[in-house]
DNA sequence: ATCGCGTAAATTGTATGCAGCATGCAAAAA
DNA sequence: TTTTTGCATGCTGCATACAATTTACGCGAT
């Protein structure tokens, strides 16, 4: 919790919290708010289907209305807010069935990516993948979880960014920001790291051998794992249609 | 003392183009703003790389700046403008690569939609499809080039909500709104429509067989080629890396 | 003539005030 | 007691006023 009830305006230095863009760039005050309420939403601390004052908000962020409601718009955008005519805006549901077609639309995406990059990947490309898999094991092997976590959804950015294609990338954050949230709900709950590092694992030696539609079938098969993953623990009994 | 009761407003209750959802919900003004904006990038009557004074626009739409720029957030949400600090927004470039990169991640996404509507048509949504086929090989024969996109664009839509997958639709919207704006670059540019027509059919009779696989790849491919087709009419020598 | 610098104009970013709509409570009628 | 109508209140939506930042321009020095 940070100084809601004193010190609206500590625009100085306020370190912008860099969670893990190391772009320490000063942004704009909706850009902050943006972002603030983006952890805030993926941490459940503005929880699922509650509503959002403006005025409230505004108050406890130290800024005034009109840039939150320009950061509303992007998170609207980004699907993690649901905007109604004249209410509050609403925390986006997390219902299961939204959070299976979450990964599945994820899980096509990274195919793609995976299909791509398999073309595309440079040898450093590939070199930047070796390192960050062995380290990944390294926490594996550790029972480090956040760190574990962190190189994780690294490696799954890195390949996105090596197929080298804008829009699917931009396509994936928004996904990716949307399923951390519901990661986080169920937190801790991939009990399946020993399936998920062989599987990196083969989803490199795919990439490494230029085999497209291996490296495509494997990471769309592990991100929908994940998925169904994530699912059972939330939900003890998953009446999935799978596909 | 405010420009509202005469200015220039002469459109007061524009037909805010529902696209095809026959909700007139009336919205509010930014929304409105938005989707003003947005046809005038796809038409380019904000030609790419141009810049956009928020005072000269909000004048030109008749409407405040406070509203104008919540449509400028949620239109650099979908990668139609490009937001800078303390500079003018400037319209998206139309770049050759980032246009194939579009087609690119379009087909991708197509092909996973392909690939659920096969398992997940309901005889209604086939019913449908074939209709729509009909009518545009109808368009086809007849020449009629505006009917015939109409159609064509209907049906990828279909065939994307055929999937029953909320965020692989969206994500498909915001790629299909950049796209249209290449598209009416090289207005009519498709010249290639026997095989369009063509390939539409095997992608219905794919469906039809719920053949998942062939659904995907069929669409996909198609996509691709509409993609290419679009770049060889905008730059006489297209120098693709093609996948 | 060119570069540097400082001031002024223009433009974006933020805050605030005001009107309209929605919701809840209270009072009146059945 | 139950239902309906009117009113009070709070919140959103928009416009405008104000502050900060960038850009343009002119003047003087080298």
Redesign the interface.
């Known amino acids: 919790m940070n100084g809601s009830n004193e010190a609206h305006v500590q625009q100085k230095s306020e370190t912008p919290k860099g969670r893990k863009s190391p772009k320490l760039k000063?942004?704009?005050l909706?850009e902050r708010a943006a972002a603030r309420m983006r952890t805030m939403i993926i941490r459940g601390e503005l929880p699922p289907g509650s509503q959002t004052q403006e005025t409230r908000l505004s108050k406890e962020l130290g800024v005034s209305r009109?840039p939150l409601?320009?950061a509303m718009?992007?998170l609207?955008?980004?699907?993690l807010i649901e905007l109604r005519?004249n209410r509050s805006p609403r925390i986006a549901g997390l219902a299961v069935e939204?959070i299976w077609?979450?990964f599945?639309?994820l899980a096509?995406?990274e195919?793609?990516a995976a299909?791509?990059a398999a073309?595309?990947a440079t040898e450093r490309d590939l070199a930047r993948l070796r390192t960050l898999q062995t380290r990944m094991e390294g926490h594996h092997r550790n029972g480090k979880l956040d760190d574990y976590f962190a190189i994780n959804g690294e490696i799954h950015n890195t390949i996105v960014r090596m197929a080298?294609?804008?829009?699917?990338r931009?396509?994936h954050e928004?996904?990716i920001s949307?399923a951390k949230r519901a990661r986080y709900l169920a937190l801790g709950a991939d009990r399946r790291w020993s399936n998920s590092v062989d599987e990196h694992a083969s989803i490199l030696a795919a990439l490494e051998a230029r085999d497209?539609e291996a490296a495509g079938r494997l990471l769309g098969a592990h991100v929908r794992q994940t998925g169904i993953a994530l699912l059972e623990t939330l939900a003890p009994k998953p009446k999935l249609?799978a596909?």
């Open positions: 000063r942004m704009g909706h009109t409601r320009e718009k992007v609207a955008a980004e699907g005519p939204g077609e979450l599945e639309a096509g995406i195919r793609l299909e791509l073309v595309r080298r294609n804008t829009p699917l931009e396509a928004t996904l949307r497209s249609s596909a």
